[in-house]
């Protein structure tokens, strides 16, 4: 790997209130890297879709007012869900932006007549809902088709979807929602779009709408060297170490031969956590800067695509600035490269901050059942409180905005119980324990979007 670095322009990127419902936004034009966030048009009246043009096509387009049931679906197409297209080459990003659920996004523009990605989600999904993204410009798409696989990224496909979109009026962007006549189960997605003019095609993004399932209790393993283009300050190398769902690593400069990472220098570290359904969320350190951030895997786990932005952002941000995504690939296996990471950490972590999020643990969905890949963060923990006798902890449980706020307290106390549990049945004595849970009342990251959601799921642990 050399330690020349190629330039990239980090895109500035507005980010407005993420909505699983049809929508449409006045007087935003495709936006260059040189125009600041603040440029982005505010929301206008949604916009209704047509019907499909053919009469095979097992779906239907809804108008704007969705039911309420349609709060509790997620996008399993977007980044943060751990969704990857598996058919560019593994140093082409342009997907990325199509899948980043960042609304106003540049999405993904692609010369000729049509554009096809072929999307692997992260785990199994009974699809009810997709959604079309469209800026009000002649190269959008005017026809779409999207088929599901259930068994491989070549077919069998079910065409779900193959109609023309809505016609575009003027300059104004446009979102379509269209609801399947019968919810579709999906592994990988194929969409083909076409129909724009002046010789290239463009989607905003899309978007496939499905309720939360129960992930596999396997967690998949990211350990291994990469190589990234924008993330990570365009690093010659990131290194990942997971031990149950939690990853440590670090990046810097190096050069890979034969396989062999040789390290030049070390420029930050990370912690973060592998979810259930397989997308890494983590915080990273580069001593000047810190950013937070999702990475999601394609299937082998040899590809990767990040989306980061600075860790200062708060809940009460409306704008992500300098919104950073890429593309990378593992270029090595992790050969011990980041010094200090199997020493204590939560220990040497609470002597310096008193107070530190625990990535890697994670629960049954919407309960408070600890999955067992959260073992070795907990441990870690248990291994801090015994050889600190005099500490007392609080364990802190936190959620993101989804839901009612006594829903949001409840699950927060009980998860944080859960692991006070945990800790307990391990030797520490009840007496030093606290839980306490706070629903979303103390976000991290933005609740605009799902990869700030993402950062507000967490446990975290306090020295009193």
């Known amino acids: 790997m050399s330690t020349s670095r190629p330039t990239f322009s980090r895109t500035v990127i507005a980010l407005t209130a993420v909505v699983l419902v049809t929508a449409s936004v006045t007087g935003c034009k495709r936006k260059t890297p040189q125009q600041p ?29 969705a039911p309420a ?26 997907w990325v932006p199509m899948l980043n659920e960042i609304p106003d996004s540049v999405g993904v523009v692609s010369n000729g007549d049509s554009y096809e990605a072929v999307i692997a989600l992260a785990a199994p999904a009974t699809i009810q809902q997709l959604r079309f993204d469209r800026l009000g410009e002649a190269s959008s798409a005017r026809h779409a088709q999207v088929q599901f696989s259930e068994q491989g990224q070549s077919g069998p496909w079910q065409t779900v979807y193959d109609a023309d979109l809505p016609p575009i009026s003027g300059d104004k962007n446009v979102s379509n929602t269209v609801k399947l006549d019968k919810p579709a189960g999906a592994h990988w997605i194929r969409l083909v779009i076409s129909g724009g003019a002046g010789g290239t095609v463009s989607l905003q993004q899309f978007a ?13 393993d990211v350990t291994g060297v990469y190589q990234f283009g924008n993330g990570f300050d365009v690093s010659g190398f990131v290194a990942m170490k997971q031990d149950g769902a939690t990853v440590r690593g670090c990046y810097g400069d190096g050069d890979v031969s034969h396989g062999k990472l040789k390290v030049r220098n070390i420029s ?40 980061e932005f600075p860790a200062t952002a708060t809940a ?10 890429s593309v990378g690939w593992k270029t090595a296996a992790y050969q011990g490269t980041c010094p200090g990471l199997d020493s204590d950490p939560v220990g040497k972590a609470l002597e310096q901050d008193k107070h530190i999020t625990l990535y890697g643990v994670n629960f049954d969905l919407d309960a ?3 999955r067992t890949d959260s073992h070795p963060a907990l441990d870690n923990v248990v291994k801090a409180a015994k050889a600190h006798p005099d500490w007392k902890l609080t364990i802190e449980g936190h959620t993101d905005n989804s839901g009612g706020d006594a829903h949001n307290q409840d699950l927060s106390q009980r998860r944080a ?16 324990l606290t839980a306490q849970g706070f629903g979303a009342s103390r976000p991290v990251a933005p609740n605009t979007t799902p990869a700030g959601r993402a950062q507000n799921r967490r446990v975290e642990v306090a020295r009193q």
């Open 316 to 325: 009460q941000t409306t704008v992500f600035r300098n919104a950073v995504s």
């Open 417 to 432: 119980a859960s692991v006070r549990q945990y800790l307990i049945n391990a030797g520490i004595p009840g007496d030093r």
């Open 268 to 307: 930050g570290t990370f912690e973060g956590g592998v979810e259930p359904n397989g997308y890494l969320r983590y915080l990273r350190d580069g001593g000047k800067q810190s950013w937070r951030g999702v990475v999601s895997f394609n299937p082998e786990g040899d590809r990767a695509a990040v989306l």
């Open 208 to 220: 496939a709408l499905a309720e939360p399932a129960q992930a596999e209790p396997k967690a998949r």
């Open 69 to 94: 049931s349609e709060h509790q679906l997620v996008n399993v197409a977007g980044l943060s869900q751990g969704a990857f297209v598996i058919n560019k080459p593994r140093d082409s990003s342009a």
């Open 368 to 370: 408070d059942t600890l």
């Open 37 to 65: 966030a603040a440029e982005a048009s505010a929301p206008a009246p949604v916009a209704e879709a047509s019907a499909p043009t053919s009469a095979s096509v097992p779906a239907s387009t809804q108008p704007a007012s």
